[in-house]
């Protein structure tokens, strides 16, 4: 095979085989194919897209370019659950307690934050001592013994998808579906799990900007799924706003503990209910979502799932105190409101713009070798469709000396008022397998 021809075809939005495309990942992965070629290559498969059958193919190549996991030592369906990514989504730290609290096995492998996105590590790392990298044998044993894992990937699970996606990000190519698609679920097909369910998000703070787009990669995800013999569900759900108020690493965290005792956000609970109604029936728990809905209740008024939460913290070497008494989280220096600078109802709140701020306080990654501070970030007052008064507190800014007037601008910037009542938006479109 020569790169240049393989090039060539997909510019001519010429079908590749499979054994086109086994050659394409297992020699650029081994660095046998340059950088320049395959940003050459990805660009046509940007304008061009993928057949169906090339996308799979795709993906198992590069699941199969490195480690598989095999989860096949713990009892149980194991059922992973995938969120494309916004602002303020700490679902993992509520969804795999209250899901591993009724029985089912939470293996879960979970990625760091870039940009405007936080990432599950980082939330977990704001509590001291805990430990996100964990062999395949401890993995195994803590998930057998109290049903919940969440750790970071190896280096060796899919490599391809490191090299490709460090290389996409550079060259304008990381909006494509398929290779969307084709990133996503060979990690999640590496990792291991029987079963997937995706939380594809849409809107200003998620990856797909609107509903059609997120339905189409959230179908193309499950036809890959299908492919390789793996139920694989959906959740579409909207990122027009943040999830929840806490945007910050340790504030998403003490937000997830409020979740587990009762007392978090209406929309966080909800969308834990829906997607943990979906993992129930997937993993056999449950045969219909009244009665997957009424096991994740009572998950969290008996305090089942935040025990879940303090037990994984604990098996993972953290101080699990933090997850009891979550006021020992060390809180950032300066913490002071922002006001509504007019009254009205809050018709638009740009989840990437307040992402964006919360970064630049420290709170996220502009490129990957940053360092977080854990500390920093924003709690709001007000969402979408809520009243407020000139002069009420907006949010509450936690900073450790890099508030300025811009970043004031900038978060003001993305409260967006109305005179005429505006509707709450809808949070979860669908449920699509
Ligand atoms: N997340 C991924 O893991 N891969 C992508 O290509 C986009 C988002």
């Not at 602002?87 to 293996?107: F, H, I, Q, R, Y």
């Not at 007392?263 to 728990?285: I, R, V």
């Not at 360092?371 to 407020?388: A, M, N, R």
Request: charged share 25%; glycine share 8%.
């Amino acid at each position: 095979m020569r790169m240049v021809d393989l090039i060539e075809k997909k510019k001519d939005n010429v079908v590749l085989t499979d054994e086109e495309i086994h050659e394409l990942i297992q020699e650029y992965t081994k660095g046998d194919i340059p950088d320049y070629q395959m940003s050459a290559f990805l660009m046509a498969v940007v304008f061009n897209g993928l057949t169906d059958h090339e996308t799979a193919q795709l993906t198992l190549e590069m699941m199969h370019s490195g480690d598989v996991i095999d989860l096949s030592g713990i009892h149980g369906i194991k059922v992973d659950k995938h969120s494309t990514g916004g602002v303020g989504d700490k679902t993992s730290l509520v969804l795999g307690p209250m899901v591993a609290a009724c029985g089912v096995p939470v293996a879960k492998m979970s990625g760091r934050g870039l940009g405007h996105t936080g990432g599950t590590l980082d939330k977990m790392e704001s509590i001291p001592g805990l430990n996100i990298y964990v062999n395949e044998e401890d993995f195994i044993k803590q998930v057998n013994d109290i049903h919940l894992a969440i750790i970071g990937q190896t280096a060796s699970l899919d490599p391809a998808d490191k090299k490709m996606y460090a290389l996409r990000d550079v060259t304008g190519t990381v909006q494509s579906i398929p290779l969307i698609a084709s990133s996503i679920m060979s990690k999640k097909l590496a990792a291991g799990s029987d079963a997937i369910l995706l939380d594809v998000k849409y809107g200003d703070g998620a990856f797909m900007k609107n509903l059609e787009d997120a339905k189409k990669l959230a179908r193309t995800m499950i036809t890959i799924g299908q492919h390789l013999h793996k139920d694989t569900r959906a959740t579409i759900s909207n990122m027009s706003q943040p999830l929840g108020y806490a945007i910050g690493n340790s504030l998403e965290v003490k937000e997830a503990i409020a979740t587990l005792n009762g007392n978090g956000p209406e929309d966080l609970l909800e969308l834990c209910l829906t997607a943990g109604s979906t993992m129930l029936m997937m993993a056999q728990k449950a045969e219909t979502v009244t009665e997957a809905r009424k096991m994740l209740e009572e998950a969290i008024s008996s305090k089942k799932a935040l025990h879940a939460l303090e037990a994984m913290v604990k098996a993972q070497g953290g101080d699990s105190d933090y997850i009891l008494y979550p006021e020992k989280f060390t809180m950032a220096e300066h913490i002071f409101d922002v006001y509504a600078p007019e009254t009205g109802y809050i018709e638009d709140l740009e989840a990437l713009t307040l992402g964006l701020v919360s970064m630049r306080l420290g709170g996220g990654r502009e490129t990957v070798t940053d360092e977080i501070d854990h500390s920093v970030g924003l709690i709001l007052h007000k969402k979408i469709g809520d009243y407020v008064e000139q002069g009420e507190p907006l949010v509450t800014v936690h900073d450790n000396g890099k508030w300025t007037k811009e970043r004031k601008e900038e978060l003001l910037s993305a409260f967006h008022f109305s005179k005429e009542k505006v509707e709450k938006p809808i949070l979860i479109d669908e449920i699509m397998e």
